[in-house]
């Protein structure tokens, strides 16, 4: 037959350090838990361009800790599917919300909706003038009035990029009848490299710019006008053969006749 064991009695402070012990296990295995559990957020699968809609096709999961998750890192697909990247996103890197825009108005700056060849220049009312229903994406020539009154155009198949301030005015005859003057208002161009070098110059050599608008089949180059033209219009305005200049074989008036 067996004896029975009897175990010393314990106090009441050893079972008060056994629980005080094994709260303080729990709570090292929760902050554990909080800070290195497992957690998937979205990533691109591959690298994805600056400006680019994201769809579902360029998305997936990777996991990272609890710990290492960034505050901004998205989970849900349908907050990304649709969006814009506001800048480059890399490969299996977490999504962060800043990094998306719900249309290109929204991007970061002006560097997101640029091509690598495109830079931006800005027009007030004070430089230029444009017609009140231009808008962002149409295209447009740049026409200078240079010293001595001839019209020149100085850039050509350039995108307007946006517009501030202006209203849109309803049935309009004339576009260029009816401009932008408010002093708020400005008109921003996205142009090549190439074409700012003589978009500046013409605008140095100018007493006028106009914006115009231009029509998507438009051919580049081409006269805007005749000399010829030029000159008849001089003759029965100012009756002048050149600007500045009288015309001496003209005949003038006797005074008191008819």
Known sequence: MLRRIKLPAKSMSFWVAVLLSLAAGLAVLFAFHRLYMPVKVLAPREDIKAGSIITQNDIGYVTVSRRDRHAMAVTDPQLVIGKYAREKLYAKEPILLPKLAADQKEMAGTSGSLAPDETLITFRPNEARWPNDLKAGDLVSVIGVIEGGNPQVIGEKIKVH?????????GQ?????????GSE???TLALKWSQLGPLFYGRTLSKEIWIAPEHPAKEAGGKIYEQADLERIRKEAFNQPGAGKADPKSQKPVPGTR
């Open 185 to 187: 208002s400005s008109i």
């Open 162 to 170: 946006s517009v501030s301030g202006s209203k849109t005015a309803a």
């Open 173 to 181: 005859i004339d576009q260029l009848k009816n401009v932008v003057t």
